[in-house]
């Protein structure tokens, strides 16, 4: 069974539809980017994958072994309080709240010290987040995501505000976190190139709602005039050559 299952899913907030006729699934290891124009419900759509508003119409069936709270979220940068008084590890630590009734464990400190580790930011532990540059914030709160799950992880517009060669380092850990980890990846992406270049699937939202794996968007006519700007420039990633 699928990780996550949407059928005829409607979003909104306020008693507002944004959008409804949402249907996909998510199977264990995939890497889902889900793109669109701006404002078609994109984020609406992940709060309400993670359960912090309710859907308006439809369903949400998580299975194989995946519970709601299972789930590690990064949200868009802009949505992050930059200035929080906190050292880091506490900030990564508080990805175990999730699962925790109030006291944190030795195992949650591992944990902690453990997802630092593998995205190489032990050495600011005791750090104030603050002090932080934009790129190793986002690896904080990362590993913070990584604290709550060993099977999902939710992204939204992870690289939004990073320079080039930060947004490759992040997408380098993405990358491996879905590959070597087996983690499932969920992902709100702008950057269309990078976003088709990574993904196993594509759900689009939009004026048209589009759900199938990366070649059959490419191939599709609604894949096809979303890209149509992009396409000569699109590498695909298992055989270095220009996507067609």
């Known amino acids: 069974m699928a990780q996550i299952i949407c059928k005829n899913?409607?979003?909104?907030?306020?008693?507002?539809v944004?959008?409804?006729?949402?249907?996909?699934?998510?199977?264990?290891?995939?890497?889902?980017?889900?793109?669109?124009e701006n404002g078609s419900g994109k984020s609406t759509l992940m709060k309400t994958l993670l359960s912090l508003q309710k859907p308006m119409g439809g369903e949400i069936?998580?299975?194989?072994?995946?519970?709601?709270?299972?789930?590690?979220?990064?949200?868009?940068?802009?949505t992050?309080?930059?200035?929080?008084?906190a050292?880091?590890?506490?900030?990564?630590?508080?990805?175990?709240?999730?699962?925790?009734s109030f006291f944190y464990s030795v195992s949650d400190k591992k944990r902690a010290l453990d997802a630092m580790q593998r995205l190489h930011i032990v050495e600011f532990k005791d750090r104030c987040f603050r002090e932080l540059s934009g790129g190793q914030q986002q690896r904080v709160l990362l590993a913070?995501?990584?604290?709550?799950?060993?099977?999902?992880?939710?992204?939204?517009?992870?690289?939004?505000?990073?320079?080039?060669?930060?947004t490759a380092e992040m997408y380098e850990i993405v990358?491996?976190?879905n590959k070597k980890d087996n983690i499932t990846i969920i992902m709100i992406s702008h950057d269309l190139n990078d976003a088709l270049k990574y993904a196993t699937h594509i759900l689009h939202i939009g004026s048209e709602?589009?759900?199938?794996?990366?070649?059959?968007?490419?191939?599709?006519?609604?894949?096809?005039?979303?890209?149509?700007?992009?396409?000569?420039?699109?590498?695909?990633?298992n055989c270095g050559k220009k996507v067609r």
């Open 9 to 16: 899913l409607i979003v909104g907030y306020e008693g507002q």
């Open 18 to 36: 944004v959008r409804d006729n949402i249907s996909f699934s998510v199977e264990k290891g995939d890497y889902l980017c889900i793109v669109g």
């Open 61 to 78: 069936v998580f299975g194989d072994g995946l519970n709601a709270n299972e789930i590690g979220y990064l949200p868009q940068q802009s």
């Open 80 to 85: 992050v309080k930059r200035d929080f008084p």
């Open 87 to 100: 050292t880091n590890f506490e900030i990564v630590l508080s990805g175990n709240l999730g699962h925790k």
């Open 144 to 166: 913070r995501a990584l604290c709550a799950t060993e099977k999902v992880l939710l992204l939204d517009e992870p690289v939004s505000g990073l320079d080039p060669k930060v």
């Open 175 to 177: 990358r491996d976190l």
């Open 209 to 237: 709602i589009f759900f199938g794996t990366k070649d059959e968007y490419l191939n599709s006519e609604i894949g096809m005039k979303f890209t149509s700007e992009l396409r000569n420039n699109i590498i695909c990633e």
